[in-house]
Nanobody, 126 residues
Framework: QVQLVESGGGLVQAGDSLRLSCVSS????????MGWFRKAPGKELERVSA???????NSANSVKDRFTISRDNAKNTVYLQMNNLEPEDTAVYYC????????????????????WGRGTQVTVSS
């Protein structure tokens, strides 16, 4: 059974940093592209960043200067380092996985991902 478990969310002030983690089990982690999505109130689910098995990354324009995705294949873990947080970053953040075919780190649609975590809340106050 595949499980993705996110952690690291919380309540912070604008300008602060957070690092989210997602630990996976039940899948061959190093063969999967991993993505971070977020769902803000009243908005659609948005792909924030993704990273291929080899470390190639792709991020949304709104975060690419502030957020960094990384992975540790030995720990079956993907991270999202979020710096200079803004109130607009307030959302539930989800980890997702898709089999690592060529270019899958460019996938932005939720339906393109196979497995999902339950999410972690990030709240940024102004």
């Amino acid at each position: 059974q595949v499980q993705l478990v996110e952690s690291g969310g919380g309540l912070v002030q604008a300008g602060d940093s957070l690092r989210l983690s997602c630990v996976s089990s039940g899948l061959a982690f190093s063969n999967y592209t991993m993505g971070w999505f977020r769902k803000a109130p009243g908005k659609e689910l948005e792909r924030v960043s993704a990273i291929s098995w080899s470390g190639l990354t792709n991020s949304a324009n709104s975060v690419k200067d502030r957020f960094t995705i990384s992975r540790d294949n030995a720990k079956n873990t993907v991270y999202l380092q979020m710096n200079n947080l803004e109130p607009e970053d307030t959302a539930v953040y989800y980890c997702a996985a898709v089999a690592g075919t060529g270019g899958s780190y460019y996938y932005t649609s939720p339906w393109q991902y196979d497995y999902w975590g339950r999410g972690t809340q990030v709240t940024v106050s102004s």
